[in-house]
């Protein structure tokens, strides 16, 4: 008689030990189906994350709705030009630094009307870090109330439109007053902007700064035809926070 409260009391165990098992499991099910965001890839995030160590200590910039071709990478490039040479797409909104084997490193680029006013081939003439600008007369005609105070000179800085770098194109030994660039306005890249000429985001100067001396051959051209990726990217449009680059083969 005794041993069936000690038999119910273990069916009641038993039962209880099943039903928290049962529960933990429904549990775990809930949180393994909590989707996970995805953001940039951190390849990306590392190759435009801040430069603490700068003249003025350089923030990261925001790549997560950027679109990813707009990103630095090494891509196939058809081109005549000898490997070291820079050819400038305005068109299509990249910067090409030539490499061997038909490859080239890709820059995404803002084009300013400036950039837009001015194609041929010229030479790296002179590089600053951290330049001073000056805008140009027609610049201060446009933009008075933007750019009239600065009409001496901008000192070098994190607000000053060039960026922490600035290759001057010279040709037959004069100044063209175009200018490669970074920019204070990073969400301008891959885009037609207002004024300035050849802007790029900062890391990315400063990267093509310490890999063409100067007297590097510079080729800017105004009609090319659309690059080769633009169709595959028609194909699968970007989604802004994903941070992959619709054509890549290695990143740099």
Known sequence: ???RPALSRFRALAAAIVTTLALAACQTA????VPVMRGPDPMYVAMYDERPNEAYPLPATDIADVDPRFLRQEVSYRTPHEP???VVDTRNRFLYLVRENGRALRYGIGVGKEGLAW?????VGRKQEWPRWTPTADMIRREPERNARWAGGMPPGP????GPRALYL???GRDTLYRIHGTSEPDTIGSAVSSGCIRMFNQDVIDLYNRVPVGTKVVVIQNAPP?????IASAAPFQPGYGRPAVQTRFY
């Open 30 to 33: 809930q949180v393994e189906q």
């Open 84 to 86: 070291g040479t820079i």
């Open 227 to 231: 690059a080769d990726d633009d169709l």
């Open 1 to 3: 008689m005794s041993s």
């Open 159 to 162: 607000e000053n439109p060039l």
């Open 119 to 123: 194609s041929g081939v010229a030479e």
């Open 170 to 172: 010279h040709q037959n």
